[in-house]
């Protein structure tokens, strides 16, 4: 049909009120104490014409567009799109739908999306912050807009948090290299302030003074996979004979490492040792299977959703409007990269 259909123009077919068809259509017809019989009536003819409703007209009229706006990283990245498909699953098994976008932890677009996302009335946001948008989610806080902040912390907004003991998990694993006899460890991570790459570049830094030993570290600008590989091909070229293990704080890091040494013929773990924090499918079919960092990502996931979820609820209590922050434990995943 060419053109749409409106609430009124079914009212005015079926000769009963346009609030009495808006009160069916959003399934209120029992609350409402409307007959059976009528709502057969109103629902046989949605049917017959087709109607879709105008969900923007609907959100403004409802104030709900049981739509929930998910802000990552990039959603190729594996850890990120295994989040997302969890968190929409759990969202649409209570009526929400998901729309998300990647930030390429652009600043400015992330500013964007989230301007774009108000536009779509969505009712609650769950994002991944790049820096310098803490003042624009502060703002979505102050609108009373539900928000959970996932894989890093922003200590400057108010809102619920869910993340993974990052420092601890770093440190214990750079522990782990050492005890197996390993002491030139180095640590290749992003040139990054964000708190999650802080705090495994501290967890890092503490587990090697701690042994009396010396970091060597390696931070790479954020860059497209050719480019990362190139980074750490030419940092391999100048340390690969002093180096006995590399822990690396990104999978997608490990992965372009990983090509680098194979380009360079190092052979893991007889020439160096290697350990990812994140793990992925991969690293298991690899030779050798890589030694990894894995985070708990039904858990991040049900965490992230269930605190959204909770705050739409929109509970009157006073420690509803405490913020939370979870802080979930990785599990360290030793595999052959590590042998000696």
Request: with cysteine.
């Amino acid at each position: 049909m060419g053109k749409r259909i409106s609430i009124n123009s079914i009212a005015k077919h079926l000769g009963i009120s346009t609030t009495t068809v808006s009160f069916v259509l959003n399934g209120k017809a029992q609350e409402k104490r409307i007959s059976e019989k009528l709502v057969k009536k109103v629902m046989d003819y949605v049917e017959e014409i087709d109607y879709k409703p105008n969900s923007l007209a609907r959100s403004l009229r409802t104030g709900k567009s049981n739509i929930i706006g998910l802000i990552v990283e990039d959603i190729s990245f594996p850890f990120f799109s295994s989040i997302a498909k969890e968190i929409e699953e759990k969202a649409y098994k209570n009526g929400y739908k998901i729309i998300y976008s990647s930030t390429e932890n652009n600043t400015a677009k992330t500013k964007d999306l989230i301007d774009m996302y108000q536009d779509k009335h969505v009712d609650g946001y769950i994002i991944v912050p790049p820096e310098g948008v803490e003042e624009k989610i502060n703002e979505l806080c102050s609108s009373e807009k539900p928000v959970v902040i996932l894989d890093r912390y922003l200590s400057d907004v108010q809102a619920d948090h869910v993340v993974v003991n990052n420092y601890e998990s770093v440190y214990n694993a750079t522990q782990y290299l050492i005890d197996q006899g390993f002491k030139n460890i180095a640590f290749i991570t992003l040139n990054s302030l964000q708190s999650q790459m802080i705090d495994r570049l501290s967890g890092y830094e503490q587990a090697i003074q701690d042994n009396g030993l010396i970091p060597i570290v390696k931070e790479i600008a954020q860059a497209e996979s050719i480019e990362r590989q190139k980074y750490i091909s030419a940092f391999l070229q100048r340390k690969a004979d002093s180096i006995e293990a590399i822990l690396f704080s990104t999978n997608y890091l490990c992965v372009s490492g990983l090509r680098a040494m194979k380009d360079l013929h190092l052979d893991i773990p007889k020439n160096i040792a290697v350990v990812s924090f994140d793990d992925y499918e991969l690293f298991e079919m690899y030779s050798p299977t890589i030694t990894s960092i894995a985070q708990p990502i039904e858990s991040i996931s049900e965490n992230a959703i269930n605190l959204l979820l909770a705050r739409l609820k929109k509970k009157e209590a006073d420690t509803d409007k405490i913020k939370q922050k979870i802080v979930l434990s990785t599990t360290f995943i030793v595999r052959e990269s590590t042998s000696q």
